[in-house]
């Protein structure tokens, strides 16, 4: 998080740095979302408590989370690869040669 926070810090412009708390939201949205796809399927495909079952074929809940949340990465993935990029202001690299050369 602080890495991507600091990434688009750089490239946006004064009026839009409330973008990084945006950012923040998001990655507790996907903490829930996680959250809510394993309650939804990891129990109908699980193995009830005190009946003997067969763990490979009956005990699927976790195969199929985590083909549910590939699913919806891959998603998120190519919707990031198609959306615009942002476009790089002046402002970090004139920062950064000023910190680099304090008396030029």
Request: glycine residues 4%; proline residues 8%; aromatic residues 10%.
């Amino acid at each position: 998080m602080p890495t991507d926070g600091t990434l688009l810090l750089e490239h946006m412009p004064n009026g839009k740095q409330y973008l990084v708390t945006a950012l923040s939201v998001f990655f507790s949205f996907g903490s829930v979302l996680s959250a809510a796809v394993a309650l939804t399927v990891i129990p109908s495909r699980s193995c009830s408590p005190n009946v003997p079952c067969d763990v490979a074929t009956q005990n699927t809940g976790w195969q199929y989370m985590l083909v549910c949340l590939g699913i919806i990465v891959c998603t998120l993935s190519v919707d990031a690869w198609l959306s615009p990029t942002l476009i790089p202001i002046d402002t970090f690299d004139v920062s950064r040669a000023h910190a680099l050369f304090p008396f030029a």
